[in-house]
């Protein structure tokens, strides 16, 4: 896929382990708002601060039935650590017309000091940080732009997963697409 108008690309990284509602609800309000004019999902490979996630291809596959945007296997292809700088990086020289974000949720503020060459990433990028539930839109630095009048997310990956061995139904939280996927592979 080549574009050569100069778009401005919304990279949503994360280990999506699983996707869930919140997720495609952060990328339809970021476009429907004209943040950017698209969002390609970046799930890691290896996550710098969370040591137990499903495998590459189970995230992957979960991601596919977002139908509406891209999946990029940029970071799954390296099988390394991931960093938003370097895939930012990548894709900026991939692709020199367009501008490339990056997105986060409220809930990574509090560490994004701690982020592999963070300083780099707010120099040269913009930043969108997207409100969630309990994680106040505070202590923002210089070129993070807080998404405002947006509906909260209240849901997470993590609570997913403790509903699915809780035997919960997890069918407000995320699509039947991803719910059979979980079932079928015996996820969590």
Known sequence: MMYNYGMKIGLFGGSFDPPHNGHLTVANTIIAKEYCDVVWFVPCAQHPYQKDISSATDRFSMLKTFKNFSICAYELNKNSTSYSIETLEYFQKLFPNDTFVWIIGSDQLADFKKWHRYEDILKNFQVLVYPRTGFPLVN?????????????????????????????????????????????????
Do not use: A, R
């Open 140 to 188: 923002l630095l210089p070129n993070m732009k807080k998404l405002e009048h947006v509906e909260n997310i209240d849901v997470s990956s993590t609570q997913i997963k403790k509903m699915v061995k809780e035997g919960k139904s997890l069918e407000l939280l995320t699509t039947p697409e991803i719910i059979n996927f979980i079932k079928e592979n015996n996820l969590y």
